[in-house]
């Protein structure tokens, strides 16, 4: 939708009342109003607002959203761990975003930070096998998580490198783990290991 400098333009709607861009629309039915003010060149994009439906979640295992939120994730495997493939765009904040592990007294636990983590990559989560893990994504924009059977997990057979933070499956003899930078830089870095059957 274009609009010479200076002009206004608007979506049918049997409102009166505008909803000006910069910010997220109501989530009130449309349609709406919508006014472009301008003494220069503009573009105006719509971006859906991810529609949160717990049981297609629970179904597909797939959570998405948009902003800071609360949500329960539920093992699907119960007494296992499972891994977490997750997507998480930043917003401005300084160390990039958070995702905080809540108890049942809503005391916090850092799971994950964009400072850390990255903003895409994979973890494990239900550590002990637990049957559910409430989850606070806070400094976000757009975010995703995904649950996936731990036995999806690449196995490792060999030598390996990546960026960020990653899950790997070994069915192989005793062997030492050996972990070390590939860069310059002296970031967070660690590895640990999870019994299938979830002990750490």
């Given at each position: ?33 919508i006014t ?14 991810p ?9 597909t ?31 401005s ?21 964009g ?42 057979t ?39 059957r979830?002990?750490?």
């Open positions: 939708m274009t609009a010479p400098t200076g002009s206004r333009t608007a979506a049918t709607s049997s409102s009166t009342r505008p909803a000006r861009c910069g910010r997220p629309c109501p989530s009130r039915p449309a349609p709406w109003l472009v003010e301008a003494d220069g060149p503009w573009s105006l994009t719509p971006r859906p607002l529609v949160f439906d717990p049981a297609v979640a629970r179904a295992g797939v959570h998405q959203g948009r902003g800071g939120t609360t949500l329960t994730l539920v093992n699907p495997d119960p007494g296992r761990p499972a891994v977490l493939e997750y997507a998480i765009q930043s917003d904040a300084l160390f990039g975003h958070t995702v905080t592990m809540l108890d049942e007294y809503d005391d916090e636990d850092r799971f994950l930070s400072a850390d983590n990255g903003e895409q990559g994979r973890t494990l989560l239900f550590r002990k096998g637990e049957p559910e893990v409430r989850l606070r994504v806070d400094n976000a924009v757009d975010w995703s998580l995904r649950l996936l059977p731990a036995g999806q997990a690449p196995a490792l060999g030598p390996v490198q990546g960026v960020g933070s990653a899950v790997f499956r070994y069915d192989g003899p005793p062997a030492l783990l050996g972990l070390r930078r590939t860069t310059s830089d002296d970031g967070p870095l660690s590895t640990r290991t999870v019994q299938a979830g002990k750490t």
